[in-house]
Structures are given as structure tokens and as C-alpha cells.
């Protein structure tokens, strides 16, 4: 199993700082088979970004995603009110598919 | 638009099935996989397995092998999601999502609550 690990737990910043959340992989994983999902309290997870780079529809460009191999970044270069929430990242790339634990953006 | 609406919350004795379907509208419900995503309070999200609504081929995690059915109804563009054996710890929020390799999940139900307890 592809073991998927966050960091931090948990990111305490202010609006208009900039958010760098970590997803490190313990096996490689193809770019093209690593999301990123937000979810906000009592509410689905949203896709962010696919193929590790990719924004979804409607995901506006502050959201950007890098990495290759084991390591994974999702940047939101300047935080809006709207973006604290939990972050997970996701690889679809090898059976299981599996999630990160979690990044939690939390106003500071 | 694309929509997955769940059926409603169940609650269920240890031991007892619960079965959790996801009605698709909106597309062509056979050219999409639908996966299935679970969350235990205050937990994280959990990949429990995905199914192709146009052939029905599935794959799921291993620790739910045993446990889990999916199948989809493409006359009615329902997919369906059947956990038998039913412990404490499989209360959960069950999310199914419209599945697409690469492009990721864009479309998810609203969630449907399990709650197993005697």
C-alpha cells in the first residue's frame, strides 16, 4: 500500500499568507494520478487539483500544484477566508488507492 | 448539470447490512467508474473501493474484501453500495463520487450517514 503522508497537521496562518502543504508518498507515484481535495466542515470533499498540476473547474489560480516521484506540494499563494479548511491528497495510481491524513489550514 | 444524490441515513445493529445507493443524472452514466469514500467522525477520508458503471468491474480496499459489494443498476443510472458484517467502526459518512482515472473525482454525492450501534 502507497502510504500517503501530510505535513504539517496542522497550518496556522493568517488571510493573505501563503499556504505550502506537503503530501511525501512511501512508493512513487505517476503525476498523473495524484489529486489534491478541499473539504470543509459538513460538506463534501472538492477536487483542487489533478495530475498533480492541474486545476479543477472552476478552481481559481491561487490554488497551484507541483511534484513528482514521492513528493507533493499544494500551494494557495494568498489565503482567502474561504480556503481554511482540510486538505487531503489522493493517489489513484496503484491498488489501493489511498489519501493523505490531512493538512488542517486553520485561521491564526 | 452533473448530480449524485444519496439515499438517507441508516442505522444498524452490529452484525446487520446496510445498503447505500447513488443515483447519477446529468451524463452518460456508463462512461464514468463511481468510487466509493468513507469518513468515521473526526476521522480523515478512506478509499473504499470503485466500480465501472459500464461493466461492472470493480476493485476494493483489501481490509473490506469480504464485506463490500458494489453494483450499479444502468437502467435507472444507480450505483450501489452493500457493507455486510457491520462493526462500531464502520460508522461513518459514505460518500460515492463520479470517478474518472486522471481527472480525479469532480462530482460527489452529499454523503449518506451510517451509524452501527446496539
Known amino acids: 500500500e502507497n502510504v500517503l503522508t501530510q505535513s504539517p497537521g496542522t497550518l496556522s496562518l493568517s488571510p493573505g499568507e501563503r499556504a505550502t502543504l506537503s503530501c511525501r508518498a512511501s512508493q512513487s507515484v505517476s503525476s498523473s494520478h495524484l489529486a489534491w481535495y478541499q473539504q470543509k466542515p459538513g460538506q463534501a470533499p472538492r477536487l483542487l487539483m489533478y495530475g498533480a498540476s492541474r486545476r479543477a473547474t472552476g478552481i481559481p489560480d491561487r490554488f497551484s500544484g507541483s511534484g513528482s516521484g514521492t513528493d507533493f506540494t499544494l500551494t494557495i499563494s494568498r489565503l482567502e477566508p474561504e480556503d481554511f479548511a482540510v486538505y487531503y491528497c489522493?493517489?489513484?495510481?496503484?491498488?489501493?488507492?489511498?489519501f493523505g491524513q490531512g493538512t488542517k489550514v486553520e485561521i491564526k | 448539470q452533473v448530480h449524485l444524490v444519496q439515499s438517507g441515513a441508516e442505522v444498524k445493529k452490529p452484525g446487520a447490512s446496510v445498503k447505500v445507493s447513488c443515483k447519477a443524472s446529468g451524463y452518460t452514466f456508463t462512461n464514468y467508474f463511481i468510487s466509493w469514500v468513507r469518513q468515521a467522525p473526526g476521522q480523515g477520508l478512506e478509499w473504499m473501493g470503485w466500480?465501472?458503471?459500464?461493466?461492472?468491474?470493480?476493485n476494493s480496499a483489501q481490509k473490506l474484501q469480504g464485506r463490500l459489494t458494489m453494483t450499479t443498476d444502468t437502467s435507472t443510472s444507480t450505483a450501489y453500495m452493500e457493507l455486510r458484517s457491520l462493526r462500531s467502526d464502520d460508522t461513518a459518512i459514505y460518500y460515492c463520487?463520479?470517478?474518472?482515472?486522471?481527472?480525479?473525482?469532480?462530482?460527489w454525492g452529499q454523503g449518506t450517514l451510517v451509524t452501527v450501534s446496539s
Open positions: 463520487a463520479r470517478d474518472q482515472p486522471y481527472y480525479g473525482s469532480a462530482y
Open positions: 489522493h493517489q489513484s495510481g496503484s491498488s489501493p488507492r489511498t
Open positions: 466500480i465501472s458503471s459500464n461493466n461492472g468491474n470493480t
